[in-house]
């Protein structure tokens, strides 16, 4: 689907904030610290926040096989297009040496990232280029009610989102640009951030497998990535408050599936893993094509041994 000047300009704006793509502009005030229970989730990696990316942490402080994940060293965000001048120390401070950047080509010339210059960025999109979910939901916001039902209602956006973490398994471009993610962390001197648009379905994905390599256990997996739903809310509710305002939106409950994150969502991911390749290790190792020598430096450099553990699920 090919979009007009004028139709992209929409999408920059709400209407693609809408569809997770591009977050809202948010004041201060609605970027306040997230709330208390993700802090809790969050023990060790809560300090890291950056004001224009509410969905931003530090998966340290999870537990992994042994131990815990070393803080410090592995980040996960929403998009990096609207960083003030602080957040950018932050990811200073922070030694982040490399970032990580899942959003598709169109996402990205819509939303650069705006980096300090001092850090490097790689693009690895990971999209389908015949059913690009930015420019499906596009559609879907741009068509207005009746297309938004027709495409969403009756449980359809959720089965989308079900689909699509299936897609994120079977897709061989998708799964080599993950598989080039794990690598680059594994090898990497430094800390590493990667991040998509809402910092949810490739991040989310993205953060369950390397948890798994790392022996985290099923309901700390689950945590991590349903922690989204709460950093997400306050400009998701926002997203939805303004288009309803302007007309574009009569039904809020048709969005919500795509907005937020499910647990049937990533365990779509997970049981299609398992039906494709037997198990999720042997889909980490043919599916993915990760050696034992690039899991063991995962293992080396990420886990803190000490304290409890009680392993990973569907090996």
Known sequence: MTLSRAARGT????????????????????????ASSILR???????????AAPNARDIGGTPAAGGKIKPGLVFRTDALNRLTDADKQTLVSAGITKI?????PTERAANPDQLPASIPEDSLPVYDPDNDFYLFFAKAVQGGPAVQQEMLGDGKGAQYMRDYYKW????????????TALKDIAGGSGAVLYHCTAGKDRTGWMTAILMHILGTPEGSIYDNYLASNDRLAASNKATLDALVAQGKVTDRSLFEPVLGVSRDYL???????????????????????????????????????GGLSTGSFGG
């Open 41 to 51: 989730q969050a023990p060790v990696g809560a300090d890291f926040k950056l004001q």
């Open 11 to 34: 999408l920059t704006g709400l209407a693609a904030a809408l569809i997770a793509v591009v977050p809202v502009a948010l004041t201060p005030a609605v970027q306040a610290a997230p």
């Open 100 to 104: 990580i950047d899942f959003r598709s």
């Open 267 to 305: 365990a779509a991911s997970f049981v299609q893993a398992v039906q494709s390749y037997g198990s999720i290790d042997r889909f980490v190792s043919d599916g993915l094509g990760l050696d034992s020598a690039t899991l063991d430096a995962l293992r080396a450099k990420l886990i803190e041994k």
């Open 168 to 179: 994120m398994v079977t897709d061989p471009t998708a799964r080599n640009q993950f598989a």
